[in-house]
């Protein structure tokens, strides 16, 4: 029982490791990447819609991305949405497409940029620390319903103790990396 408690703690903070990865991949540095519109939602017919399932979006150089909408009277919302988001990045509309050139990041963007990284990596660590403070308490929980042994409650809270070590190690090494992604010149 307590075995199943520390793998699904492992599934879970895992899980928390690859959202916080997925998070920074949406954080602008000097290059084009889809993945900078990842977290764009454009007000299509009233509902809130990501971007990627409105559009293709194409990085046909390092420092530009296309958005080629499947319907092209939703063209002038896309647009909106871009310019209402934080990307901090103008589009040129032709009619059919959108441009959107990735200029180079100042040293002030690149800091503050850093600093969303940060509170990414700190919501990431977060995640992982819940899912810690849940077997935690489902571990006293057995404990005290006489499920389990104290000398095992121990053992597993020492587990999940070392799990949540190891996961927050891997969050702030992902941080570590972006971080000298964002700063690179």
Same mark, same amino acid.
């Given at each position: 029982?307590?075995?199943?408690?520390?793998?699904?703690?492992?599934?879970?903070?895992? @899980?928390? #490791? $690859?959202?916080?990865?997925? +998070?920074?991949?949406?954080?602008? !540095?000097?290059?084009?990447?889809? %993945?900078?519109?990842?977290?764009?939602?454009?007000?299509?017919?009233?509902?809130?819609?990501?971007?990627?399932?409105?559009?293709?979006?194409?990085?046909?150089?390092?420092?530009?991305?296309?958005?080629?909408?499947?319907?092209?009277?939703?063209? @002038?919302? #896309? $647009?909106?949405?871009?310019? +209402?988001?934080?990307?901090?990045? !103008?589009?040129?509309?032709?009619? %059919?497409?959108?441009?959107?050139?990735?200029?180079?990041?100042?040293?002030?963007?690149?800091?503050?940029?850093?600093?969303?990284?940060?509170?990414?990596?700190?919501?990431?660590?977060?995640?992982?620390?819940?899912?810690?403070?849940?077997?935690?308490?489902?571990?006293?929980?057995?404990?005290?319903?006489?499920?389990?042994?104290?000398?095992?409650?121990?053992?597993?809270?020492?587990?999940?103790?070392?799990?949540?070590?190891?996961?927050?190690?891997?969050?702030?090494?992902?941080?570590?990396?972006?971080?000298?992604?964002?700063?690179?010149?």
């Amino acid at each position: 029982m307590l075995e199943d408690l520390l793998k699904d703690a492992g599934r879970r903070m895992a @899980k928390s #490791v $690859e959202a916080t990865k997925h +998070e920074f991949a949406s954080i602008r !540095t000097g290059r084009a990447s889809a %993945a900078l519109l990842d977290r764009i939602h454009v007000d299509y017919y009233g509902t809130r819609t990501p971007l990627n399932q409105l559009a293709t979006v194409g990085v046909p150089e390092a420092r530009m991305l296309t958005i080629t909408p499947y319907d092209k009277s939703s063209l @002038k919302e #896309v $647009e909106r949405a871009i310019m +209402e988001s934080d990307l901090g990045i !103008t589009p040129s509309n032709d009619g %059919a497409m959108i441009r959107l050139p990735i200029p180079a990041l100042t040293e002030e963007r690149r800091k503050d940029l850093v600093k969303v990284a940060h509170r990414i990596a700190e919501d990431g660590r977060i995640a992982v620390r819940n899912v810690r403070r849940d077997v935690l308490h489902h571990t006293k929980e057995m404990e005290k319903n006489g499920e389990a042994g104290a000398d095992d409650v121990h053992r597993a809270d020492a587990g999940v103790q070392k799990l949540t070590d190891e996961h927050v190690q891997l969050i702030d090494a992902a941080l570590k990396h972006k971080e000298e992604e964002i700063m690179e010149v």
